[in-house]
């Protein structure tokens, strides 16, 4: 059943609700389209206006943004899928309907020759993260400057994993003080040794200190 108003997504049951979540999760596919379950979708029921064309509209009304991304957003997909950074780069482009049909073969061009140094499954988990984060942030934040809005953005760096890398939801482990807990032991791994962990709470402090002297 597909949903077209907010009365029937209330309707639903919990159970209901995270069936169908489930459903999108197990799809091979999911991460092509990934408004499905992470973004809000534009559609009239729910919201009239697509984001990019209200900040081109409206900017964000003098309120000061800070948006941000990671170096390896994919990283975290590992998680769940072990073979995502063994396809060769043109799976990826293949899969990403973002990209014109006839720049296909350019855009794989493209980031085998940026990317040169990469194993070719690399190379495609950065064009994946470019697509479904990294760039829409930019864009975002083009939008608003358009509308002479006060924008920072910053990128997120830091290692945990020599595969993983700055996966996505790093920063957020960090900002909100949660490296050396379960979750963040799940997403970062457990600190390696004293000053491993010196690192982590010197990175905390910083990305706090910032976070913190922005919204001041």
């Keep these: 059943m597909d ?3 907010m009365d029937q997504l209330l309707g639903l049951s ?14 091979a596919d999911m991460l092509f389209y990934m408004d499905s379950l992470f973004y809000p979708r534009v559609s009239p029921a729910f919201n009239p206006a697509d984001p ?14 800070m948006i941000g991304y990671t170096d390896y957003e994919m990283g975290l997909w ?22 014109e049909p006839a720049l296909k073969d350019s855009a794989v ?16 988990m950065y064009m994946l993260g470019d697509s479904i984060f990294v760039m829409p942030s930019v864009w975002f934040a083009d939008e608003l400057l358009r509308n002479d809005e006060k924008v920072w953005v910053y990128q997120y760096d830091w290692q945990s994993d020599p595969r993983r890398r700055a996966l996505h939801a790093g920063d957020q482990t960090y900002l909100f003080n949660k490296h050396d807990t379960a979750a963040g032991h799940h ?17 905390t402090a910083a990305m706090q200190d910032s976070v913190l002297a922005f919204v001041r």
């Excluded at 919990?14 to 999760?25: A, C, G, H, S, Y």
């Excluded at 900040?55 to 943004?65: E, F, L, M, T």
């Excluded at 061009?109 to 495609?124: I, M, T």
């Excluded at 791994?189 to 010197?202: F, I, L, Q, V």
């Design 3 to 5: 949903i077209h108003s």
């Design 78 to 99: 590992l998680t769940w899928n072990e073979a995502l950074d063994r396809h060769p780069c043109a799976w990826f482009a293949g899969h990403l309907e973002c990209i």
């Design 187 to 203: 997403l970062l791994g457990e600190a390696k040794s004293a000053a491993d962990r010196a690192r982590r709470e010197t990175l």
């Design 14 to 27: 919990t159970d209901q609700i995270m069936e169908r979540l489930i459903r999108v999760r197990e799809n």
């Design 52 to 65: 990019f064309h209200a900040a081109r509209r409206n900017g964000s009304h003098g309120i000061d943004v």
């Design 109 to 124: 061009k493209l980031y085998d020759d940026c990317f040169a140094h990469e194993e070719p499954g690399v190379r495609g």
